[in-house]
């Protein structure tokens, strides 16, 4: 049976959202390193892990899914993906 989270001293408003946009960045990031799928494959596929997770745990006793969870998940991920070009751009224009 699992109990609904007790709420950290040190939590502050939307903790959750941000571990959300953590772990999903490094997600991407892991993805990315490990398999390198083109954009237009990995974003679908973590969208659709994002979306499992929040309907798993509707079913989960004491837990919710949230929309807001996804919306963090994928920012995480498109963060990821904004980080990488930002990156790619720099290098490239500091080749030239």
Do not use: N
């Not at 903790?15 to 398999?35: E, R, S, Y």
């Not at 920012?75 to 990156?87: I, T």
């Amino acid at each position: 049976m699992q109990s609904p989270p007790t709420p950290a001293v040190s939590q502050f408003a939307h903790a959750d959202k941000v571990v959300h946009f953590g772990l999903f960045f490094v997600l991407a990031a892991t993805m990315h390193l490990a398999f390198r799928p083109r954009l237009l494959i990995a974003v679908p596929i973590l969208f659709l892990y994002a979306v499992s997770i929040e309907a798993i745990q509707h079913f989960v006793p004491g837990r919710g899914a949230d929309v807001w969870d996804v919306i963090a998940d994928m920012a995480g991920v498109l963060g990821f993906y904004l980080c990488r070009a930002l990156y790619k751009a720099r290098a490239k224009h500091g080749r030239t």
